[in-house]
């Protein structure tokens, strides 16, 4: 109920008896960035295929770097979904795969992956939808209890022939696997070319665009970068799709710029 206002939009509860406005509870909270700057701000991150640096947003929006990049962050978290529907319902093929990028803090260059970021890629073919995690290795014990949790275990798992997925796979009702170092990328259906992609995209954006994530933001950069994939025009989304879609996800999830900066 609408009571008397020291400002435009503020609003006191009779209940509680403390003022409200419409942006307490969602990402929009404690922030003195105008709303339609926020939507401009979100439906540029919807249709940057490769994401939009905090640069360009300052610039194109007539914001500072520091609050260009905190609400990049923000939005990141309104692209967050969690759904947990598991991939693969029916009998349908699910590609899973890992990769890696950047440079874990600290870490000095041993091997070929070891002082990188380690990634793991789920996409369902049937749905077109993709699932990104940050793992801190790329192990068997840390990927399978990931992929029992998000695949139905009737399930066409497809990977490459790594020997992380040779327990996991006896827990589905089919499991297939190219050899790549045989230069064997497709047999059949059996292919991991399409999680390959969803990473090709991420991987441009993080280096193109971004150039740099610090390992403590990267779950949040994973979460734009499928969110984007799940909601691409091959799934039947178009830009305005994709902005609504995001608009869905504003509740629940407010962040400090302190705990943002800060949180590891």
Request: proline fraction near 2%; charge should be positive; charged fraction near 25%.
């Amino acid at each position: 109920m609408e009571g008397k206002t020291t400002r435009l939009g503020l609003y006191k509860c009779y209940q509680c008896r403390k003022p409200f406005t419409v942006r307490m509870g969602t990402i929009f909270e404690s922030s003195h960035v105008p709303l339609h700057i926020w939507l401009q701000a979100m439906y540029l991150v919807a249709g940057s295929k490769k994401g939009i640096s905090s640069q360009q947003l300052a610039r194109t929006l007539g914001l500072t770097v520091k609050t260009a990049w905190f609400l990049s962050h923000r939005i990141r978290e309104a692209m967050r979904e969690g759904d947990l529907a598991p991939f693969g319902q029916g009998g349908g093929a699910v590609e899973v795969d890992e990769t890696y990028i950047g440079r874990k803090k600290g870490m000095p260059i041993r091997g070929a992956y070891h002082h990188k970021m380690a990634v793991l890629g789920l996409v369902d073919r049937e749905s077109g939808r993709a699932r990104l995690f940050h793992v801190d290795k790329a192990s068997g014990s840390n990927i399978q209890p990931i992929v029992l949790e998000n695949l139905s275990r009737e399930a066409r798992l497809m990977t490459d022939e790594s020997y992380i997925y040779r327990g996991i796979g006896r827990e589905f009702a089919e499991h297939s696997a190219v050899h790549h170092q045989r230069d064997e990328y497709v047999r059949g259906d059996v292919t991991t070319n399409t999680v390959e992609g969803c990473f090709s995209i991420f991987k441009r954006g993080m280096r193109g665009v971004y150039q740099h994530c610090a390992e403590k933001h990267l779950h949040r950069y994973l979460a734009e970068f499928e969110f984007r994939y799940s909601h691409r025009e091959a799934t039947g989304c178009n830009d305005e799709d994709r902005a609504n879609q995001m608009l869905r996800g504003i509740v629940g999830k407010r962040l400090t710029y302190e705990t943002t900066a800060a949180r590891a």
